[in-house]
């Protein structure tokens, strides 16, 4: 039982000494110091999905358009477009960004989702 606390209390000190990194600047200024294309997309993704998990929207798109913005050929770059998207409360916006995503990634496995975007925004099914 003793243990099971330590670990507890372990856990809870590592989360609120990265939650302090994170609110800091230091993990992005981390990020942008030590470019990494294989591992900094993907970071910078899942990243933005934690935070839209937890319904913080505004810096969940933040960290999406980073991805789309610095890393425009990784693979997690798409993803996130496509993460943007979902998260843009503006049907116009949304339907542009739609529009601009099938231009650049006709053929990418996340295009059917973003075709049956664009017809629910267009004709409301």
């Known amino acids: 039982m003793k243990k ?3 670990f507890i209390l372990v856990i809870a000190g590592i989360g609120y000494w990265f ?3 994170v609110q800091s600047g230091a993990v992005e200024r981390y990020l942008d110091a030590h470019p990494n ?6 970071v910078e993704y899942y990243w933005g999905v934690l935070l839209d998990l937890a319904n913080h929207s505004q810096s969940a798109m933040y960290r999406y358009h980073r991805v789309v913005d610095k890393y425009p ?5 798409p993803l996130a477009w496509v993460a943007s998207i979902e998260l843009l409360d503006d049907s116009r916006k949304a339907l542009a960004e739609s529009e601009r995503f099938l ?3 006709p053929d990418h496995p ?6 049956r975007k664009i017809s629910i925004i267009k004709n409301g099914y």
């Open 19 to 21: 939650k302090s990194l």
């Open 4 to 6: 099971l606390l330590v």
């Open 110 to 115: 996340k295009a059917e989702l973003v075709r």
């Open 37 to 42: 294309p294989a591992l900094n997309p993907q």
């Open 73 to 77: 050929r990784s693979s997690s770059a």
């Open 103 to 105: 231009a650049a990634y």
